[in-house]
């Protein structure tokens, strides 16, 4: 009898995990699965964001919208070349990851700022990672000029306009 209930507790247990994590195992996974890599990346970076800025980059990014994939793998992005490791082969390595999941591999000012949003529980400093930006963008993208591209109309939606819609 007692077996019976030890079991009904961890089935009960499992489901309601499973359950509470869902969402967030769901977009970690599509993510992981257009950037073609393993969902330790995406997860490892929702579990260093703290819960509530997690939340918000798993709610960002469910549902099929291509812009807010391609934002959070600029977030993902940043995360991995700025905070994980900065060497230039790492550098190297993601500027292909976004490449062969067809996304842009160009860092904008305004995937910088919802990065330094949704990783604000780290405190990222916000002249190291201008630099980070202006050193990938730079290797990959010689001479090419991004802050003219401010006054084009941006695909990108700012964190508080979406948290105000949310």
């Known amino acids: 009898m007692i077996w019976l209930i030890l079991a009904t507790l ?11 994590t869902a969402g967030s195992r769901h977009a970690a996974q599509s993510l992981s699965k257009r950037l073609q890599l393993p969902p ?8 260093l964001m703290g819960k509530e800025a997690a939340k918000e980059f798993t709610d960002y990014i469910t549902g099929d919208n291509e812009n807010h994939l391609q934002n959070a793998a600029a977030v993902l ?15 190297r390595r ?20 919802l990065a330094m ?20 963008n730079g290797a ?4 090419v000029e991004l802050e003219g591209k401010a006054d084009e109309e941006s695909n990108l939606v700012s964190l508080s306009d979406y948290r105000k819609r949310h």
Not at 77 to 87: K, P, S
Not at 94 to 113: D, G, K, M, N, Y
């Open 140 to 143: 990959f993208l010689p001479g």
């Open 10 to 20: 961890v089935v009960v247990f499992v489901v309601g995990f499973r359950l509470l």
């Open 77 to 91: 992005l940043i995360w991995q070349v700025c905070i994980v490791d900065g060497e230039e082969e790492n550098m």
């Open 117 to 136: 949003g949704f990783l604000r529980e780290l405190e990222p400093d916000r002249e190291e990672m201008n630099l980070m930006r202006e050193r990938f």
């Open 94 to 113: 993601w500027h292909q990851i976004l490449s062969r999941a067809h996304f842009s591999p160009v860092i904008t000012q305004q995937q910088l700022l």
């Open 40 to 47: 330790v990346h995406v997860e490892s970076m929702l579990s």
